[in-house]
C-alpha cells in the first residue's frame, strides 16, 4: 500500500510570546511538527507494517518545514516531499491546492492521511479541501482505520456519536488523536533520517497558480487573562478554610 | 436537511429544506454537495453552519466546490460592503485574529457563540436538488451514552486532571464537586487517552466550552488547550503540586499542594462550613 502523510510545520503554541504591541511575535517564532500530525504519521507507519508499501511524508511550507519532514522520516517514513511556500496557513485553500499536486506528482497512492486540524490555527479545512482538490471520498475524524483490499472502513469520531464508514481507495482520511499512540524515534532513526530522499517541488514545476489568500489575518491580539492569582498559603487544612472563606466572599458557595 | 436561510439582522425568515439526501443518514459530503445545488442556484453571499466536526467538514468541502473561501470557528461575525469579517481563537486560544475575507463566503460559527434563537414562524420551502450519491456509505450510527453530566449547566466544576493517580480516585473529587453543588468534568488525557470518564466530560478546545461560577482545576496542569475551554468561568481555582504550572497563572485562587491531602481538607472545610455554628 502506498500512503501520504501530509504533515505542518506549525508555530509552537506554547513558546508564542506577546510583542510590545500586544500581538503575538511570529516572525521567527519556534516551530514544530503539528501535533496530532505525529498520529497521522503513526497510522501510516501501523498500515505500512500490516501491508507492506511505502509511506511518502509531504509538506507545504518555508525552507524550515524541512525540520517537521525529518520527524516524520525519522519515525518512520520511507521519503519526504516540501512545495516551497511562504503563502499564510490561513489560505486554506492554497495549502490544500499545493498539497494535491505534490501527492498527484510523487503518487500514485492508496491512501492520504492527513490529522483532523493542526495545533496552531486548528480549522480543519486543508483535509476535506485536498480530497476535493483530488476528487477522491473523504473520511474525516476517524479514530480507527483499516484498509481490506481496495475498501477502508472507519470509526468517525463526532461529538456525541460514532459512525462506522466505508468507502473506496484511494481516498483521503484525517484522523483524530485517539486513534493511536506516536511512537518516539530512537537517536539512530533520527540519525538515519538525514539519510533519506527529501524531494522540493517548486510551486512553479507544480504548476498552481498563485492568487491573493482567500482569507486574511487582518488583527492579532494576545488574550489577556485578568485574574486575581492569589496563592492560598499554609497547611491543607488552613489553605482548605481559608480557601472557603475567600469564595464565601465572593458569593459563589 | 433543514437550512436556514439567513437575512439582515441574522433571523431565519425561511428555511429551505433541501430534499433529495436521506434522512438522518446525511454524511457531510452528501450534505455539502446537496448544499451546493442549492447554493448554485440560490446565490446566498454567505453560508453559516455550525463549527461541529460534521459542520467543519461540510464547510470546507461545500467552499472548495463553490470556488468560495471558507472562514473556520468564527464569532462576532459580519457581512457588509462585499467583506465578511469575523473574529476567531487561533494557537490554542492565546490568540484572537481578527479574520476577514471577499464574499460569498462559507463560515463555520464557533458553538456556543451565539444566543440560540428560539423564534418560531417563517416559511418553510422546499427544493429537490436530487439524489446525492456520496462516495462513503454508512454502516452505523451510535450515540454515544450520555452517561456524562452537562457540564454547560453546571454552577460548580470540578475538573481532574492527571496529577489524579489511578481512576478508583475519582470520588474523591466528584465528592467535593457533590459538596459544592456542581459536576466532574475532567482534562482530555482523562477521557481520550486514559478512559476514565467518558469524553463529553473533557473541557478544552476539543472539548466543551464551560462558564460555571467556581472552576477548581485539581491537578491540572493548565495547558492552553484546557484553558480555552474555561476561560470565562466567574471564579478559578488551581491545587496543584506545582508552584509554576501555568493553571496559576490562570487562576484567582491557588493552593500549591497535594490533592489527595487539599481535596479531604477542603471537603471537611466545607462540610464544618454547612455544619451547626460553633457555641460562642
Ligand atoms: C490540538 C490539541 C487540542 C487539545 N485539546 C485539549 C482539550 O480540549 N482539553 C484538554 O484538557 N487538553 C487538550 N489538549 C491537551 C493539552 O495540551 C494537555 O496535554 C492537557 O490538557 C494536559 O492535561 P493535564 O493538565 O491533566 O495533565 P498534565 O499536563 O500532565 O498535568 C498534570 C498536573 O498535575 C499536577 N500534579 C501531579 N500530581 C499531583 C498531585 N498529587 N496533586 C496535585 N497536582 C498534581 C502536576 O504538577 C501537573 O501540573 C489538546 C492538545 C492539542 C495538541
Given at each position: 500500500?502506498?500512503?501520504?502523510?501530509?504533515?505542518?510545520?506549525?508555530?509552537d503554541?506554547?513558546?508564542?510570546?506577546?510583542g510590545?504591541?500586544?500581538?503575538?511575535?511570529?516572525?521567527g517564532?519556534?516551530?514544530?511538527?503539528?501535533?496530532?500530525?505525529?498520529?497521522?504519521v503513526e497510522e501510516?507507519l501501523?498500515?505500512?507494517s500490516?501491508?507492506?508499501?511505502?509511506v511518502?511524508?509531504?509538506?507545504?511550507?518555508?525552507?524550515?518545514?524541512r525540520?517537521t519532514?525529518?520527524?516524520a522520516?525519522?519515525m518512520?517514513?520511507d521519503?519526504?516531499?516540501i512545495?516551497?511556500?511562504?503563502?499564510?496557513?490561513?489560505?486554506?485553500?492554497?495549502t490544500?491546492?499545493?498539497?494535491?499536486?505534490a501527492?498527484?506528482?510523487?503518487?500514485?497512492?492508496?491512501l492520504?492521511?492527513?490529522?483532523?486540524g493542526?495545533?496552531?490555527?486548528?480549522?480543519?479545512?486543508?483535509?476535506?479541501?485536498?480530497a476535493e482538490a483530488l476528487?477522491?471520498p473523504y473520511?474525516g475524524?476517524?479514530?480507527k482505520?483499516?484498509?481490506?483490499?481496495?475498501v477502508?472502513?472507519?470509526?468517525?469520531?463526532?461529538?456525541?456519536?460514532v459512525?462506522?464508514?466505508e468507502a473506496?481507495?484511494?481516498?483521503?482520511?484525517?484522523?483524530v488523536?485517539?486513534?493511536?499512540e506516536?511512537?518516539?524515534?530512537?537517536?539512530?532513526?533520527?540519525?538515519?533520517?538525514?539519510?533519506?530522499?527529501?524531494e522540493?517541488?517548486?510551486q512553479?514545476?507544480?504548476g498552481?497558480?498563485?492568487?491573493?489568500a482567500?482569507?486574511r489575518?487582518?488583527?492579532?491580539?494576545?488574550?489577556?487573562?485578568?485574574?486575581?492569582?492569589?496563592?492560598v498559603e499554609?497547611?491543607p487544612?488552613?489553605?482548605?478554610s481559608?480557601?472557603?472563606?475567600?469564595?464565601?466572599?465572593?458569593?459563589v458557595? | 436537511?433543514?437550512?436556514?436561510?439567513l437575512r439582515?439582522?441574522v433571523?431565519?425568515?425561511?428555511k429551505?429544506?433541501?430534499?433529495?439526501?436521506?434522512?438522518?443518514?446525511?454524511?457531510?459530503?452528501e450534505?455539502?454537495?446537496a448544499v451546493?445545488?442549492?447554493?448554485?442556484?440560490?446565490?446566498?453571499?454567505?453560508?453559516?453552519?455550525?463549527?461541529?466536526?460534521?459542520?467543519r467538514?461540510t464547510?470546507?468541502r461545500?467552499?472548495a466546490k463553490?470556488?468560495?473561501?471558507?472562514?473556520?470557528?468564527?464569532?462576532?461575525?459580519?457581512?457588509k460592503?462585499?467583506?465578511?469579517a469575523?473574529?476567531?481563537?487561533?494557537?490554542?486560544?492565546?490568540?484572537?485574529?481578527s479574520?476577514?475575507?471577499?464574499?460569498?463566503?462559507?463560515?463555520?460559527v464557533?458553538?456556543?457563540?451565539y444566543?440560540?434563537?428560539?423564534?418560531e414562524g417563517?416559511t418553510?420551502?422546499?427544493a429537490?436538488?436530487g439524489?446525492?450519491?456520496?462516495a462513503?456509505?454508512?454502516?452505523s450510527?451510535?450515540?454515544?451514552?450520555?452517561?456524562?453530566?452537562?457540564?454547560?449547566?453546571?454552577?460548580?466544576?470540578?475538573?481532574?486532571?492527571?496529577?489524579v493517580?489511578?481512576?478508583?480516585?475519582?470520588?474523591?473529587?466528584?465528592?467535593?464537586?457533590?459538596?459544592?453543588g456542581?459536576?466532574?468534568?475532567?482534562?482530555?488525557?482523562?477521557?481520550?487517552d486514559l478512559?476514565w470518564?467518558?469524553?463529553e466530560?473533557?473541557?478544552?478546545?476539543?472539548?466543551?466550552?464551560?462558564k460555571?461560577?467556581?472552576y477548581?482545576?485539581?491537578?491540572?496542569?493548565g495547558?492552553?488547550?484546557?484553558i480555552?475551554?474555561?476561560k470565562?468561568?466567574?471564579?478559578?481555582?488551581?491545587?496543584?503540586?506545582?508552584?509554576?504550572?501555568?493553571i496559576?497563572?490562570?487562576s484567582d485562587?491557588g493552593i500549591?499542594?497535594?490533592?489527595y491531602?487539599v481535596?479531604?481538607a477542603?471537603?471537611?472545610?466545607?462540610?464544618?462550613?454547612k455544619?451547626?455554628?460553633?457555641?460562642?
Open positions: 500500500m502506498r500512503i501520504a502523510v501530509c504533515v505542518k510545520h506549525a508555530v503554541e506554547a513558546e508564542l510570546k506577546a510590545s504591541d500586544g500581538a503575538p511575535v511570529l516572525a517564532a519556534a516551530c514544530k511538527m503539528s501535533t496530532f500530525d505525529k498520529n497521522a501510516a501501523r498500515l505500512k500490516a501491508h507492506s508499501g511505502e511518502v511524508a509531504v509538506t507545504a511550507g518555508p525552507a524550515d518545514a525540520r519532514l525529518k520527524e522520516l525519522a518512520g517514513a521519503r519526504g516531499v512545495v516551497g511556500t511562504d503563502a499564510p496557513s490561513a489560505d486554506t485553500s492554497r490544500a491546492g499545493l498539497l494535491a499536486a501527492v498527484r506528482k510523487a503518487g500514485p497512492f492508496d492520504v492521511i492527513c490529522s483532523e493542526s495545533s496552531d490555527t486548528y480549522s480543519g479545512q486543508v483535509p476535506p479541501m485536498l476528487g477522491v473520511v475524524y476517524a479514530r482505520l483499516q484498509v481490506d483490499g481496495s477502508a472502513r472507519a470509526e468517525r469520531l463526532l461529538e456525541d456519536s459512525e462506522e464508514v473506496p481507495v484511494p481516498l483521503v482520511v484525517s484522523v488523536s485517539e486513534i493511536n506516536p511512537r518516539y524515534p530512537t537517536l539512530i532513526q533520527i540519525m538515519q533520517a538525514s539519510k533519506k530522499q527529501v522540493e517541488y517548486s512553479d514545476q507544480l498552481v497558480p498563485t492568487r491573493p482567500s482569507v489575518v487582518t488583527h492579532m491580539a494576545m488574550q489577556t487573562s485578568n485574574r486575581k492569582r492569589v496563592t499554609g497547611s487544612e488552613e489553605a482548605a481559608r480557601l472557603v472563606q475567600a469564595l464565601e466572599r465572593e458569593g458557595l | 436537511m433543514e437550512i436556514g436561510r439582515e439582522g433571523r431565519a425568515r425561511s429551505l429544506l433541501l430534499k433529495g439526501p436521506g434522512g438522518d443518514d446525511v454524511l457531510p459530503g450534505a455539502a454537495e451546493f445545488r442549492a447554493a448554485s442556484s440560490l446565490r446566498p453571499s454567505v453560508i453559516l453552519l455550525g463549527a461541529t466536526r460534521n459542520g467538514e464547510a470546507s461545500l467552499a463553490l470556488g468560495w473561501r471558507c472562514a473556520s470557528e468564527v464569532s462576532k461575525v459580519t457581512a460592503a462585499g467583506e465578511l469575523a473574529e476567531r481563537s487561533v494557537y490554542a486560544g492565546k490568540v484572537v485574529a479574520v476577514a475575507c471577499a464574499l460569498p463566503a462559507v463560515a463555520t464557533k458553538t456556543g457563540s444566543q440560540r434563537s428560539d423564534a417563517g418553510v420551502e422546499e429537490d436538488v439524489a446525492v450519491d456520496g462513503v456509505r454508512l454502516l450510527r451510535k450515540k454515544k451514552e450520555a452517561g456524562g453530566p452537562d457540564l454547560k449547566k453546571a454552577r460548580v466544576i470540578v475538573s481532574a486532571g492527571r496529577g493517580k489511578r481512576k478508583e480516585d475519582l470520588p474523591l473529587l466528584e465528592g467535593l464537586a457533590r459538596d459544592m456542581g459536576a466532574l468534568g475532567c482534562s482530555r488525557p482523562l477521557s481520550s478512559g470518564l467518558p469524553e466530560c473533557h473541557i478544552g478546545l476539543t472539548g466543551v466550552t464551560v460555571p461560577e467556581v477548581v482545576a485539581v491537578g491540572i496542569s495547558q492552553l488547550q484546557h480555552a475551554g474555561m470565562d468561568s466567574k471564579i478559578v481555582v488551581a491545587i496543584n503540586t506545582d508552584r509554576s504550572a501555568p496559576f497563572q490562570a485562587y500549591v499542594g497535594d490533592l491531602q481535596v479531604p477542603l471537603r471537611k472545610a466545607l462540610a464544618a462550613r455544619g451547626p455554628a460553633p457555641a460562642a
